[in-house]
């Protein structure tokens, strides 16, 4: 019995760290802190049309504009042609990407929140069922607000 015991203490010695350092490797391949590699660019890139990022086959009207407000621009555009939740995946991603317009962020999707109210003609449930947690949740609030 104890020789059982024994044996099976040192199989999972063995095998436990195996498991251990492949779970945990396969588990932080992609996280958001990451940064991003070739393929995210190489997506990001093909589906961003003619260097605006998020907007494909329309001229950009942004040329001259700071980065913010070209930001600003490009995701009320997006929220008007499409729906909020395209709108908030354009700031996200811009986020990542350009961290220095962390800043103009609750600005700008708490903008977007009250556009989102104004595109559905009032309906608050609606314009908040696209919420999601961009620049700390700053679009709910411009919805209610």
């Known amino acids: 019995m104890n020789q059982l015991v024994r044996r099976i203490g040192q199989t999972v010695a063995l095998t436990l760290p195996v ?33 605006t990022i998020g907007r494909s086959n329309t001229p950009s009207n942004t ?20 729906n909020p939740g395209t709108a908030l995946d354009l700031v996200e991603r811009t986020m990542r990407e350009n961290p220095s317009l962390t800043p103009y962020c ?22 908040r069922s696209f919420a999601r947690p961009v620049c700390d949740g700053s679009f709910a609030n411009g919805v209610v607000g």
């Not at 040329?63 to 930001?71: S, V």
């Not at 609750?106 to 609606?126: H, P, S």
């Open 19 to 51: 498991i251990l350092v492949t779970t945990g490797t396969l588990a932080v391949t992609r996280v958001p802190w990451a940064p991003p590699t070739g393929l995210d660019q190489q997506v990001v890139a093909a589906s961003s049309g003619a260097g």
């Open 63 to 82: 040329q001259g504009l700071a980065p913010q407000d070209a930001l600003r621009v490009d995701a009320m555009d997006e929220l008007r042609d499409h």
């Open 106 to 127: 609750t600005a700008i999707v708490g903008e977007l929140g009250r556009a989102a109210v104004r595109k559905y003609q009032g309906d608050v449930q609606r314009a």
